[in-house]
């Protein structure tokens, strides 16, 4: 198999260079997507220093670096030698290497898989420039400053997490871990190594498959002097050639489509990997004159899969394949963000599908090219996230270095099979939207091939959406099935106002977060009640899981989460990566046949355009809405819902109601009872309407009711404004002229708030 063959080949490659040693952590090659021949890992022990004073240049100079570490590890974790989990805002590395005497490479290029958050580099005392952003590749040509004999090159890293301006993902803001966030990630956190490359070399590549037709488009870019250069492509299956191809090499223009003798599938099920072979070579020129040796060789993989949309479904190769997702944050009890080995990547990704999964959210940090190796050889779906949280979106310096970053992070990551969308935002509120339209516009252009999750859980903002989401920890079953099962397409299909686009119903949708049942809850927390028992655990577990399977107008789900994070006690396996329940059990369970597979919504009939709705009664964020409800917090008579109703003694104020973190920017009126009871009169002209919507934000049990008739009653609670169609049961209720409604809300524990809207659509 291609992949074995990979490991092979680095592995002499790195012996050939003596680095491949016991002693080197992370040996591996870094990126098997795009392996050459002359390589060298830098990983190991630097000379390490730290600092908040940002004047300090000395560790440029002969300043005496005081501390050592292990790279790639970063100075929070244990692997690094340092174990300091303290704020510091300036981290200086260095080292002296020697490139060895048979290298034949005439061009030299420096590699730092990540590095946590603005770095600078200098080889032998010359700058070879600067970085912005934590988790995107960064390369720097360093063949002008090489030196025979011992070079020395100096990384620093400014990092500065509760600034607003990064992209900190799960690094807590405060000084110990809290809630969900957690250690914190300073400097270098992947591998460090420099390539060897010809005077012209192949400096990216585009692979676009088409099942359909049986081959693979590639498009590449050629760095150096092109004149007179072919770039060759070469397709194997299973050692046999099966396709070749090639073209002029001609800067970004090189374009070549390689027609594959042998269709074989890329797919969860089946993860087909082609080998994939790219040289670029210079003729000798007329005559009988030998070819010159290639100016530069790329080995590489791709697999032959399609990722569509037709009505509400998402298809995999034209197929509806239900994804069942784990939430994955990439976190290592010894490492942080950086596996301890190659090994545990691929153990993950085994863990998970021990348990039924067949994917994950790979949850508020870019993961490396190892790990996405693994996914794509193991026929493992996952969508890609970046660590948007710490950001201020209200301040506009964001905008470039998120966008930067982001860019050089789809296109690192774009070939992998085993990626099937983007989730570049997670739970962002409404100031983020206009940030976030413009990351999926640039994505769309990037790669077009994969759907886009504007923003997983809260704000969207987006006109014509790929994808739908929304975040229930809901911990009761038959709550939880309620609100899904049956009802698609009625649910979290609000306006952009509200927090979420102005679409036609019919998008595909899933539950991206859910579940978080806590267990063995030592000093930490999990979502809800911790269950008394294993008992109480499986029937609590299949329950949220069925409500899902049993949905075939939702495409997916993400548990959360596979393993325990620090304090957050919620996952399938212990932070450690020990089982925390019978693994067989949770597999029945989690991968059963789901309705979605064999009846998907793929001829979904497409519903009203929400342009079309007109407001009957206004939330907080109808801005224009003005009209105040009455209220009580203590318990009326029993025909407080009835026309006619006397609430003179009750009081008057603005929705939204409530004493809810978050939540304060739509909060108007003060609620902090364990009870609330709203009525409000409102007109109505008698303008005929096909369909008719509740808008609603209710934490916890909330019923609603229209001249004394309940039109709705919803259990548990949400945790943003959404959209329930009540057609059937608000048109017997409401007449021409005046009419009340009313709404009896309860809170349980946590925050509380209710408010809400009515739309009409014709």
Known sequence: MFSRRILFAVFILSLSVSLASASIPRPEYPNPQAVRAEWMNLNGQWEFAETDDATDQGYLGEKAYPDKIIVPFCRESKLSGLGRTGFVKNVWYRRTFEIPKNWKSPRTLLHIGACDWETTVWLNGKLLGTHVGGSAPITFEITKQLKPGK???????????????????????????????????????????LEGVGSAYIKDFRIETDPAGGRAVIQAEVDGPQQGMTLKAVASAGGKVVGTAQCPADWRNGRLALNLSEKHLWSAGSPFLYDLKLTLTATAGAGKLPALPPADVVTSYFGLRDV????????????????????????????????????????????SQAVGFNGARLHQ??????????????????????????????????????????????????????????????????????????????????????????????????????????HDYDQNPESFRNRYVGRFGTIFTVPVRYGAPELVIGVPFMVSEMGGIGWSVNGGWGYGAAPKDATEFYTRYKGLVDAMLDNPNLFGFCYTQIYDVEQEQNGLYTYERKAKFDVRKLKAITARKAAYETNPPIQRAAGPKLADWRLLIGAYPDMGASEKWRYTTDSPAVDWVKPGFDDSSWGSGFGGFGTKGGWEWATRSSWATSDIWLRQEFEYDGTPYDQAMLVIHYDNKTEVYVNGKRIWRGTGWNDCYSGFMVTKTFKPALKPGKNVIGVHTHQDTGGQFIDLALLLGK
């Not at 070079?151 to 600034?163: M, Q």
């Not at 197929?319 to 190659?342: C, E, H, N, S």
Request: hydrophobic share 35%; charged share 20%; aromatic share 10%.
């Open 365 to 470: 940090k870019v993961f490396e090219p190892r790990y996405l190796y693994w996914a794509d050889k193991m026929g493992y779906l996952v969508w890609g996230e970046y660590p948007n949280w710490g950001l201020n979106y209200t301040d506009q310096n964001i905008n470039l270095p998120v966008i930067n970053e982001w860019t050089e992070i789809v296109r690192r990551d774009r070939n992998h099979p085993s990626i099937i969308g983007w989730c570049p935002f997670n739970e962002t509120p409404p100031s983020a939207v206009p940030i976030q339209t413009a990351v999926v516009n640039v994505t769309r252009a990037i790669d077009p091939s994969r759907p886009i999750i504007e923003s997983s859980g809260y704000a969207h903002g987006i006109a014509d959406p790929d994808v739908l989401d929304s």
């Open 308 to 351: 569509s949309i037709q009505g509400a479904a998402i298809l995999i190769n034209g197929k509806p394949v239900f994804q069942r997702l784990a939430l994955d944050q990439g976190y290592y009890p010894d490492g942080i963000w950086t596996a301890p080995t190659d090994a545990a990547l691929k153990k993950d990704i085994e863990l």
């Open 151 to 193: 070079n020395t090159v100096i990384v620093h890293a400014f990092d500065d997490t509760r600034s607003g301006l990064q992209a900190t993902g799960k690094q807590c803001h405060a000084l110990l871990s809290q809630g969900c966030s957690y250690t914190r990630v300073t400097g270098i956190w992947q591998t460090v190594w």
